[in-house]
Nanobody, 125 residues
Framework: QVQLVESGGGSVQAGGSLRLSCAAS????????MGWFRRAPGKEREFVAT????????YYADSVKGRFTISRDNAKNTVYLQMNSLKPEDTAVYYC??????????????????WGQGTQVTVSS
């Protein structure tokens, strides 16, 4: 089992920045893929970004490319999502997730095995 705990959410004005953290525990994550998804009110869960734990290969949704950066700190077993130039449409609950393989589809929530409880991000105009 992998336990994921998100933190760092909050309220910010449009154009501002937030950094989300996801602390992972319970298993060695060497061959894992980590991801961030979000769910806005009344919408489906949406892919945001993903990173492979070992090689650090990243992939982003078009809606956040150039504004968000996913990274990981192996020593701290933590994944980060740096969010800059935030927009009101980024308002959502953000979820950290882990998949026990770096292969296969990376942007579908059904492919991931473990999920955090979520952290709220609210961007006001």
């Amino acid at each position: 089992q992998v336990q994921l705990v998100e933190s760092g959410g909050g309220s910010v004005q449009a154009g501002g920045s937030l950094r989300l953290s996801c602390a992972a525990s319970g298993r060695t994550l060497t061959n894992y893929r980590m991801g961030w998804f979000r769910r806005a009110p009344g919408k489906e869960r949406e892919f945001v970004a993903t990173i492979t734990w070992s090689g650090g290969s990243t992939y982003y949704a078009d809606s956040v490319k150039g504004r968000f950066t996913i990274s990981r700190d192996n020593a701290k077993n933590t994944v980060y999502l740096q969010m800059n130039s935030l927009k009101p449409e980024d308002t959502a609950v953000y979820y950290c997730t882990a998949k026990g393989s770096i292969f296969g589809i990376a942007d579908s929530p059904s492919q991931y095995d473990y999920w955090g409880q979520g952290t709220q991000v609210t961007v006001s105009s």
